[in-house]
């Protein structure tokens, strides 16, 4: 059974740029979450997606916003970049809530220039 | 409150000890919590997970201890080995989000 995957691994962007990070999660798995790690915040929450429907979202400003598409796969978009927002960018997926076993991707390692 | 604050920050044991990383929780509605280990350039790997209505919970040489009435849960490694070294987390589940822990470091030393 495949894991999760994120694309793409690495990312080098210039400030007020913006990106589009991809998310397929595992097959089956219907609820997908996006985390930011960074050394000083460590693990920090974004969103969680359920059936194409965001549930819940962490404090973030408004430039951080995600989908999910029927298929399961998300995708999150970061505008006008900013230094701080490098960091590496995690999707988890589980079966239906995330206080059931949660699977987390590679990540997608976000540098900011 | 939601937080989970995790200790020590770091750990450093030899080969065969039994390295115990704590966390500690405020939010009753907090219903579900798993450890994950991360190594260098991966992401956290689902280790073990506990609910809180049962104290203890072993897998393999993972074992959680939860105590409910004293808000923490703690992750305890059998015989250590050099490839368990890696950053540990806790995390506590509610309203479909993880709450993580700020990360151990463990170094097991041959």
């Known amino acids: 059974k495949a894991g999760v995957t994120q694309t793409p691994r690495y990312l080098i962007k210039t400030r007020g740029q913006q990106v589009t990070l991809s998310c397929s999660p595992i097959?089956?798995?219907?609820?997908v979450s996006w985390y930011q790690q960074t050394p000083g915040q460590g693990l920090q929450f974004l969103f969680e997606y359920f059936s194409e429907t965001q549930r819940n979202k962490g404090n973030f400003p408004g430039r951080f916003s995600g989908r999910q598409f029927s298929n399961s796969r998300s995708e999150m978009n970061v505008s006008t970049l900013e230094l701080g927002d490098s960091a590496l960018y995690l999707c988890?997926?589980?079966?239906?809530?995330?206080?059931?076993?949660?699977?987390f991707g590679q990540g997608t390692r976000l540098t900011v220039v | 409150q939601q937080q989970v604050k995790q200790s020590p920050q770091s750990l450093i044991v030899q080969k065969g000890g039994i390295p115990i990383i704590n966390c500690a929780y405020e939010?009753?509605?907090?219903?579900?919590f798993p450890w994950y280990q991360q190594f260098p350039g991966k992401g956290p790997a689902l280790l073990i997970a506990i609910r809180p209505d049962v104290s203890e919970k072993k897998e393999g040489r993972f074992t959680i201890s939860f105590n409910k009435s004293a808000k923490q849960f703690s992750l305890h490694i059998m015989d250590s080995q050099p490839g368990d070294s890696a950053t540990y987390f806790c995390a506590a589940s509610i309203e479909e989000k993880l709450v993580f822990g700020k990360g151990t470091k463990l170094t097991v030393n041959p």
């Open positions: 988890a997926s589980s079966l239906n809530t995330l206080n059931t076993e949660a699977f």
């Open positions: 097959s089956g798995h219907r609820s």
């Open positions: 939010n009753t509605a907090f219903d579900y």
